[in-house]
């Protein structure tokens, strides 16, 4: 998974599957080196012997999904790279300038272009890091920690809303289904429209009426909003 100790395990899968193809292994090593696992183990982990066609399953799959990952991150990290080594350049890479230095100072990959092989390519910065590393290259980390915690706030303001709007629409479903108070919807004729207030919510209470800066959920009889 992309959570808690799934992260960690996807991590660690996709660290051994880049060195495996440095090595020159194909795809799908990794599944056969877990089944000499499940045979080494196994008396010790019961578990491994019913779980054996999963585990197998499991990584084959996660090996399938990183190797087209790192295939179009690698790509557009070698541009990077190869931009870097040439000099002081701007690199345009998918949307995002990628600004490189040399010189006395260690040439660098801006982070925009670490967020971005991260964010739309699903290239793990870690892996940025190691390959720039053993090209000599360094990474513009508290650019992409900037980046990156940019993305989190957004996120964090997407989800509260939902748990709003989800609340909400459950408070509203009991109101029709116990009051039958309605609101029908006329957004696709008009974007204003006069209506009425049939009810209002403040704290999660029920109110019959609200007082300037209080926070309130409004439900019209009618309205051009979804």
């Known amino acids: 998974s992309n959570e808690w100790r799934g992260y960690v ?17 194909k795809t799908g090593q990794l599944a056969s080196v877990a089944g000499e696992v499940v045979k080494t183990m196994q008396r010790y982990y019961h578990e491994l012997t019913r779980s054996r ?3 197998a399953e499991t990584i084959g799959a996660e090996e399938e999904k990183f190797e087209r990952t790192l295939s179009s991150g690698v790509e557009q990290l070698n541009v990077a790279i190869a931009s870097a080594r040439e000099g002081d350049v701007t690199v345009a890479l998918t949307g995002v300038s990628a600004t490189v230095s040399v010189g006395s100072v260690t040439p ?51 989800a509260k809303f939902s748990q709003e709007a989800m609340r909400f629409g459950q408070y509203y479903a009991q109101l029709k289904d116990l009051e039958g108070v309605q609101s029908a919807f006329t957004g696709y004729d008009e974007l204003s429209t006069e209506a009425t207030i049939r009810s209002l919510t403040v704290g999660g209470q029920r109110a019959a009426e609200a007082g300037a800066g209080s926070e309130v959920e409004v439900v019209l009889d009618r309205t051009p909003f979804y």
């Open 9 to 25: 395990l996807r991590r660690l899968l996709r660290r051994a599957a880049l060195h495996a193809r440095r090595l020159g292994l």
């Open 53 to 55: 066609d999963h585990i």
């Open 108 to 158: 660098r990959i801006d982070g925009a272009t670490a967020f971005r092989l991260y964010d739309t390519y699903g290239f793990p910065l870690e892996m940025t890091r190691e390959i720039a590393g053993a090209a000599g290259l360094e990474i513009d980390e508290p650019g992409f920690a900037e980046l990156l915690e940019a993305q989190r706030a957004r996120s964090r303001a997407t």
